[in-house]
């Protein structure tokens, strides 16, 4: 028998190699997916070229609505463009979803093809876009079930994602996937236009006492939620926030503790949408041995009703998230 590749840092592996790599390992795969796959890594990199440009190029640089009522920005629409035009040509590809589109486009019907939906964010973050901060892309793949309504084929349980992750335009441009088979970290090496694997099999670390919400909104929080932070504070736990959920999120994958969007007056539902970014980030999460939950339950339970959807987000490692959770429901 074939002996599984050993992925480690010392060694150059490329994406692609690694997508690669990990079709072999599936007999009957047809390699559409990985195709998928490597259309992604080629939007983060255009992404994040542009992104680069964003002060410097003036068409970059005026505001708008999205279908959220809320600010977007002329790279929301940008970074929409390129992912679509990466993908677009992909035969395998049924439904692309995204947070910019009022409802998801049907490429190809199961007869014609059409096996995968994804789903993505482009932009995440985007209000940030041109503080210096972090942004990012959000994106999860779902394959198509025979028994499944043809009407909407991505309206499945975040469970069944067969590969999830996001790019983060920060100080380095980083891309972490999982195809269920643990979470792996790519840094793009801007000298050779790749991305290159720096941590194989990242695992949160327990125990972290970093927690990452919007504090302002806290006395709209339930009292779950407020007695939580107090017993925070008092026992040491530090606070970082973003406002990006892409950075919030990696650096708690990182550095283990707690992010959270709970419900608010304002986004009584919690503001995160399920489909383009809590479940695609609980599913790093889980894979990454952490907890992904909405106070009421796992996210990657969670039956969609519709693309847009929003949902209460807490992401983080077992100990930080365990804790949380007990307080609410006490
Ligand atoms: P997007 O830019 O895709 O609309 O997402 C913004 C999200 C997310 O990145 C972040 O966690 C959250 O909004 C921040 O919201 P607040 O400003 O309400 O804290
Ligand atoms: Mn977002
Ligand atoms: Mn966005």
Known sequence: MERPPKYTADNLTTIQSFILQEARRHPNASGEFSWLLSAIALAGKVIAAKIRRVHLDPVLDIGGDNVHGEQQKPMDLVANEIIIRCLGDRTDLGLLGSEEETEPVQLRSAEEGGKYSVLFDPLDGSANLGLGVGVGTIFSILRHEQALDAEAPHLQIGRKQVAAGYILYGPSTVLVL???????????????????????????????????????????????????????????????YIGSMVADVHRTLLEGGVFAYPPTARHTEGKLRLMYEANPMAFLIEQAGGRGDTGEGPILDIKPTHVHQRVPVILGDQVGVDQLLKTLRR
């Open 178 to 240: 999982s195809t269920g088979r643990g979470v792996h970290m790519f840094s793009l090496d801007p000298a050779v236009g790749a991305f290159v694997l720096v941590r194989p099999d990242l695992m949160i670390p327990s125990g972290g006492k970093t927690y990452s919400l919007n504090e302002a909104n806290a006395d709209s929080f339930g009292p779950g939620w407020r007695d939580w932070l107090s017993g925070c504070r008092r026992t040491g736990w530090r606070s970082r």
